[in-house]
Nanobody
């Protein structure tokens, strides 16, 4: 199983980026997926999660209203639209997938719930 994240880059404060994460090696039907980020010297932080149908999403307060997660199951791909970016959003962004299909709309936010991780894509927001 591989998760390939892409779309990171350098953007000015207030700008936007769209990250993509393509999954391969197995179908991801029934599997919840998420985005996390890790800034230098900080712990990995949950930023968005999406249920297997895409009907349920969850965001922490720090990004709610600015970030939007979506998925295209036909393409085994999830996306993260980042708007109104701030310098504190600078981090490596990782996509993650659960190992066992739950076919549930409950979105989990703990990193320990996710077994597959992408390699990360760097987002740098300049002030």
């Amino acid at each position: 199983v591989q998760l390939q994240a892409s779309g990171g880059g350098l953007v000015q404060a207030g700008g936007s980026l769209k990250l993509s994460c393509a999954a391969s090696g197995r179908p991801f039907g029934g599997v919840g997926m998420a985005w996390f980020r890790q800034a230098p010297g900080k712990e990995r932080e949950f930023v968005a999660g999406i249920s297997w149908t895409g009907n349920s999403t969850y965001y922490p307060h720090s990004v709610k209203g600015r970030f939007t997660v979506s998925r295209d199951n036909a393409k085994n791909t999830i996306y993260l639209q980042l708007n109104s970016l701030k310098p504190e959003d600078t981090a490596v962004y990782y996509c993650a997938a659960e190992r066992i299909p739950r076919y549930s709309d409950l979105v989990k936010s703990a990193a320990s719930e996710y077994n597959y991780w992408g390699q990360g894509t760097l987002v740098t927001v300049s002030s």
